[in-house]
């Protein structure tokens, strides 16, 4: 067996970010071949995270971010399963280098953006890399972009809820996208408004206050009304456009942006949050 050199083990760690005894390991085994130590332990790590398939991945980072130009955006969440490695500087660098993966190739859907290179390597396979090197269970999960005149991305402080939101037109001041932006983080709309709502959501919604005016006693004659009334209140608090501006509750989105241009408009915006 040749000689495992200390500046072998150095530059094999910083190939794969394996610990320092992992990288010796797979050196001695090799016996000092880079390459197939590098292959050693990316098959421990695909080891490891087969044996972890089945565990909760409830911690993680949504970062959201947009094109240079202001008119792509994409959010993407990788989980893990603690806290602690959710927050290490190395778990936000590779989420963000997959959210700029994203942005740069636009990719269709997620099982896209995971065959995506970096650095010669596809991003799921990086990921099960980094699975490997900690020894927890990583998921890349969740995978959304948007377009428009404009985008606007915002982050919510710590890294757990992310929204993106495009508008019809530009030519406005960021703060008024960011406004709308936090405003989607804080209020979760189900739709930008009411014809966007989904026909199976209105139906339950529908059922819902039909039941609820059924349980307070409404004669069976009323509860059609009394239902279309509750239908139209969750139309006002659950569609972003109708929604209260959460900066002044005297008026709508739809009118806050009305006051920055009459024709502005919200067509589409994402939220994602790794608490609900």
């Given at each position: ?7 072998d083990?150095a530059k ?9 005894m992992?990288?010796?390991?797979a050196?001695?085994?090799s016996n000092?071949d ?13 080891a ?17 971010a947009?094109?240079?130009?202001g008119?792509?955006g ?22 963000t ?12 859907d997620?099982?896209?953006?995971k ?24 998921e890349?999960s969740?995978?959304e ?7 606007v ?17 530009g030519g406005?001041?960021?703060q008024v ?21 989904p ?5 339950q919604?529908?059922?819902?206050g ?11 004659n ?10 139209q209140?969750?139309?006002k ?16 989105v739809?009118d ?8 502005l408009?919200?067509i589409?915006f994402?939220r ?5």
């Open positions: 067996m040749s000689e495992i050199k200390t500046a083990i094999l760690r910083k190939l794969t970010g394996a610990g320092m992992d990288c010796k390991k050196l001695e085994e000092g880079i390459e197939k130590a590098i292959e050693l332990i990316r098959e421990r790590g695909k490891i995270a087969n044996k972890r398939a089945d565990r909760e991945a409830g911690e993680g980072a949504a970062l959201a947009i094109t240079a130009d008119k792509k994409a959010i993407v969440v990788l989980n893990c399963e603690t806290d602690f490695v959710a927050k290490n500087q190395d778990f936000v660098g590779l989420t280098n997959i959210l700029n993966a994203a942005l740069a190739n636009q990719p269709a997620i099982e896209s953006l065959a995506i290179k970096i650095d010669g390597r596809p991003i799921g396979d990086l990921v099960m890399d980094q699975s490997g090197i900690t020894g927890e269970k990583f890349l969740y995978y972009k948007l377009e428009g005149e404009k985008v991305a915002y982050i919510h402080p710590g890294n757990k809820l992310a929204t993106i939101v495009a508008f019809n037109k406005f001041d960021d996208g960011k406004d709308v932006a936090m405003q989607v983080a804080a209020m979760s709309p189900v739709a930008v408004d009411v014809d966007d709502v026909e199976k959501i209105r139906q919604e529908f059922e819902i039909r039941e609820q005016a059924r349980l307070e006693g409404k004669p069976e009323m509860l059609d009304k009394i239902a279309q009334g509750k239908l209140k969750f139309y608090e659950s569609t972003l456009m109708n929604q209260d501006f959460i900066k002044d509750g005297k008026m709508s739809k806050y942006l009305k006051s920055i241009a009459s024709d408009k919200v589409g994402k994602v949050s790794l608490n609900a």
